[in-house]
């Protein structure tokens, strides 16, 4: 059974900073797509970052140059560094798995609170 677990999610002053993890269990990590997604209650949910096996990234317009995805193979792990929050981002930030770079997700985790706000 694949289970993604996310964490490090909380509050954070704009300007700042924070870094997400998601540990994946259940699956062959390595050979999968992993990313993160985000969604704010009342809109669709946005692809804010992915990594390929390869290590290929791809970000959403909004978070290119702030945002870091990075994948730890041997820990099974991916992360999200954040930087120069902005009140835009608060979301609930989803991690995700996909055959592929290009798939739709197959397995999503719980879900971490990311809020920006002085």
């Known amino acids: 059974q694949v289970q993604l677990v996310e964490s490090g999610g909380g509050l954070a002053q704009p300007g700042g900073s924070l870094r997400l993890a998601c540990a994946a269990s259940?699956?062959?990590?390595?050979?999968?797509?992993m990313g993160w997604y985000r969604q704010v209650p009342g809109k669709e949910r946005e692809l804010v970052a992915r990594?390929?096996?390869?290590?290929?990234?791809d970000y959403a317009d909004s978070v290119k140059g702030r945002f870091t995805i990075s994948r730890d193979n041997a820990k099974n792990m991916v992360y999200l560094q954040m930087n120069s929050l902005k009140p835009d981002d608060t979301a609930v930030y989803f991690c995700?798995?996909?055959?592929?770079?290009?798939?739709?997700?197959?397995?999503w985790g719980q879900g971490t609170q990311v809020t920006v706000s002085s």
């Open positions: 259940g699956t062959t990590f390595s050979s999968k797509t």
């Open positions: 995700y798995t996909a055959r592929s770079i290009s798939s739709s997700a197959d397995y």
């Open positions: 990594i390929g096996s390869y290590g290929y990234t």
